[in-house]
C-alpha cells in the first residue's frame, strides 16, 4: 500500500482537538507535529489497535505542546 500523506495547519489551542479527529478517522499510521518553522515537535506512531488509556499520555504531550506555539501544522501519514 503507498503512503499518504496530508498537512493541516491550526492554532495552538485547538491541537488536541485536531488530533483527536484525525484519530478517529482512522487508518492512521503517524502523526508529527510542527512548528511554524518546519521543526519537528512530537511524532506518534499509531497502531490501528490504539485506543482509549494508551493514547492519553500521547495526547497529554500534545497538550503540552499545544500551550506552547501559537500555530503547528499537523501531518498525517495514512496507509
Keep these: 500500500m503507498a503512503k499518504k500523506q496530508e498537512e493541516f495547519s491550526v492554532k495552538g489551542e ?38 482509549g488509556a494508551l493514547l492519553a499520555p500521547p495526547l497529554a504531550a500534545v497538550g503540552a505542546i499545544a500551550a506552547l506555539v501559537t500555530e503547528c501544522t499537523i501531518a498525517v501519514e495514512r496507509e
Aim: cysteine-free; aromatic content about 0%; hydrophobic content about 40%.
Design 14 to 51: 485547538d491541537v488536541v482537538k485536531k488530533v483527536k479527529e484525525i484519530i478517529k478517522e482512522g487508518n492512521v499510521r503517524r502523526i508529527i507535529i510542527k512548528d511554524k518553522k518546519g521543526k519537528t515537535l512530537i511524532e506518534l506512531p499509531l497502531t490501528i489497535g490504539v485506543v
